[in-house]
């Protein structure tokens, strides 16, 4: 159990250096920064050209069956703070046009400014003809066993 324990945390460092930068309290408050609250105290959109593009981009070369994208809308901006890890990114919400099918669809993407990078874990349910966030698979943890 003790060696269990011990191959547990070597795993968990090595994880940790083999990591990206990790975001500095300076690349939170530049993030913070692009939010503006309007008159009704709500939070505005961002409306960023360049990350658009490259959502669509994403959108396009990830899911085959969309013919089109229609809207891309802001969401949220989530951050995470802890003694160990950093990280921070914004939700957009995509509407598209999926093959054959008549209503328009809406998938979730992630965009990380630290990295520049675009994910999603959605995909594409042809027996519901719609968009669902994949199941991810946890493993049993260690300390369980």
């Known amino acids: 159990m003790k060696k269990l324990l011990l ?3 070597a795993l968990f460092s090595l994880g940790l250096s083999a990591q990206d930068k990790k975001i500095t309290i300076p690349d ?4 913070f920064d692009l ?3 309007n008159e009704a105290g709500e939070i505005d959109p961002i409306n960023d050209k360049e990350i ?6 994403f959108i396009e070369e ?3 069956n969309v013919e089109y994208t229609r809207n891309i809308i802001w969401d949220s901006y989530e951050t995470f703070l802890s003694p160990f890890d950093r ?3 914004h939700t957009y919400i995509v509407q598209v046009k999926v093959e054959d099918v008549d209503r ?3 998938i979730e993407v992630k965009y990380n400014p630290n990295t520049d990078a675009i994910e999603s ?3 594409w349910n042809a027996d519901i003809e719609d968009f669902e966030e994949a199941k991810v698979e946890k493993e049993a943890a260690a300390i369980n066993a």
Do not use: G
């Open 62 to 64: 990830k899911f085959l």
């Open 7 to 9: 191959l547990s945390i």
């Open 28 to 31: 939170l408050k530049a993030q």
């Open 35 to 37: 939010l503006n609250e």
């Open 87 to 89: 990280y921070h990114y």
């Open 52 to 57: 658009n593009k490259k959502v669509k981009f």
């Open 104 to 106: 328009l669809k809406y």
């Open 121 to 123: 874990n959605f995909e």
